[in-house]
């Protein structure tokens, strides 16, 4: 019995000279929620294209629900996707717009309602496409993709628009279709988002995998982090200095450092600090989070 939603073995992908896509390895195992993320242009989208049959892979392979890649047609009807944004017919309503898919996909027609109701839209259901929110179309997006009740759903920056509460309501969404069964394989900036609700995490650079596995295994490897302020913006390289000569890792970021350091390192800082004449506005140990984890892993800040 297949117990992975999505297995990929040096897959690549080469346009020209250039590699999207670099041999990549990872699984997702059925029923979770899985984080893809990386900075831009790191080959997300290239790699959930390659997933769903929309692009052919330069090397590797890949399986979605046991079928192999090469034969789309095979896993296509159990999966959900929305990738790189919605796209509807402007003059119809939301509820029109469902009901054309439900019945160009072979669908029950009588779960359109109930999928409006599931995203927030009940109310909306009959105002035309073009007068919805960029935020109100993902909603009416991620209704269309659970059209065929997928037993594996990919998501392309599902809550790109939404509003604060919008954004809990998706990841309760999601969170509760993992529960249910569904696989949910998405791609967000919102990193705090995916640390609630993620039970793995794929994490791309330049192509190339940084990290697959369970986002617990993930954190485990990460060290504390001490975040240090200072009355004068002026002492942050200073700051810096201190921490690096003491064999830390230190970067400057958001008016503080970041200091890659055990907090029983803290008190150590702050007295070096007071000696070079820095009197810090802040010092406060911080448990790793997603965030910091993907700068420091990504180079990207």
């Known amino acids: 019995m297949v117990n992975t939603a999505i297995s990929v073995s040096d897959l690549s992908k080469k346009y020209d000279d250039r590699l999207a896509v670099s041999h990549i390895n990872f699984e997702v195992p059925l029923g979770t929620v899985c984080g893809f993320v990386g900075p831009n242009g790191s080959g997300k989208t290239t790699t959930m294209r390659m997933l769903l049959g929309l692009i052919t892979p ?123 069964g569904t696989t949910v394989f998405v791609s967000s900036h919102l990193l705090s988002e995916l640390e609630i609700i993620s039970d793995h995490i794929v994490m791309l650079r330049k192509g190339e995998i940084v990290f697959a596995g369970p986002i617990g295994e993930l954190m485990a490897q990460q060290q504390p982090t001490i975040i240090a302020k200072s009355l004068k913006k002026s002492d942050l390289k200073r700051i810096v200095k201190i921490a690096k000569d003491a064999g830390h890792h230190a970067v400057i970021r958001d008016d503080s450092v970041h200091v890659l350091a055990d907090m029983k390192w803290a008190p150590v800082l702050n007295e070096a600090a007071f000696d070079a004449g820095i009197t810090l506005a802040q010092l406060a140990p911080q448990l790793p989070n997603l965030e910091e984890t993907f700068f420091e892993m990504t180079g990207d800040k």
């Open 58 to 180: 330069t090397t590797g392979q890949g399986h979605i629900l046991g079928e192999p890649i090469e034969h789309p047609e095979r896993y296509l009807s159990r999966v959900g996707a929305m990738i790189e944004g919605p796209a509807f017919y402007p003059a119809l309503s939301g509820h029109e717009n469902l009901m054309v898919l439900a019945r160009l996909g072979g669908f029950p027609v009588e779960r359109v309602q109930t999928l409006l109701e599931k995203v927030g839209l009940g109310e909306r259901g009959k105002s035309k496409y073009k007068t919805y929110s960029l935020g109100m179309k993902q909603r009416l997006g991620i209704a269309a993709a659970l059209l065929p009740e997928p037993k594996l759903l990919m998501l392309d920056e599902p809550t790109n628009g939404l509003d604060p509460e919008g954004i809990q309501e998706v990841r309760a969404l999601l969170r509760d279709l993992a529960n249910g």
